[in-house]
């Protein structure tokens, strides 16, 4: 577990520039905390001692305002970046060099699952980017290097490599042909603008050209209505 932990606070100089030293990663950051928690109590948890793992939850999420319950499955090298309301779920299952910024949740839709001992939450792939805001519920499968815009709602299952935004989550980019990091690249820039927003704007722009162009035909109505009176006038 030792070792784990040291290789979790090595993996954060390479996602985090404002990281200085091992010190200062162990002693001022949340996500470090919880994991540390979660770590022990999922150790408590697989061995059966249920209540002293909750116990061990609670005062992480305490201390830390990150809750994970410890079911939760988390691989290598979790990094969990500002952390303060994070949520992940009992059959949460995370895969290697995970990252979530805060405020995100991995949820479930539904209190018990139809199958005994299946899965109600999440499960994230090697190398996930998880946006500030978002939500990803139920059962979902997240794959290797996906990447999740902020405040997304993700209930449908993300290939591996896809970038996605919006309510309901939806993939704007190409996939991701290399495994690398990228700080907050689950945030759309304005070429990965979420799709139905790109749709709606066109049809404003459709809608807005149409009403001119109607407003150019009824002034060229009424020159010729207007011309027609005076030459029966004449």
Known sequence: MFKQIVNDLDSIFTRDPAARSRAEILLCYP?????IFHRIA?????NGWRLSARFISAIGRFITGIEIHPGALIG????????????????ARIGDNVTLYH???????????????ALRHPQLGNGV????????????????????????????D???????????????SEKMKEAHFDAYAGTPQAEEADPMVVMLDK???????????????????????GSA???EAK
């Open 158 to 172: 993300v290939e591996a490599g896809a970038t996605v935004v919006g309510i309901p989550a939806r993939a704007v």
């Open 203 to 225: 049809l404003q722009n459709d809608i807005a050209n149409l009403k001119m162009r109607v407003n150019e035909l009824e002034a060229e109505n009424n020159e010729l209505a």
């Open 103 to 117: 405020d995100v949740t991995l949820g479930g839709v539904s209190p018990q699952s139809d199958k005994p001992g």
């Open 129 to 156: 980017i998880v946006g500030s805001g978002a939500q990803l519920l139920g059962p979902i499968r997240v794959g290797d290097n996906a990447r999740i815009g902020s405040n997304a709602v993700v209930v449908r």
């Open 42 to 46: 999922h150790w408590l948890w697989k």
């Open 31 to 35: 996500g470090v905390h919880a994991i």
């Open 76 to 91: 290598k090298r979790f990094f969990i970046d500002h952390g303060m309301g994070v949520v992940i779920g009992e059959t």
């Open 229 to 231: 009176r005076k030459c």
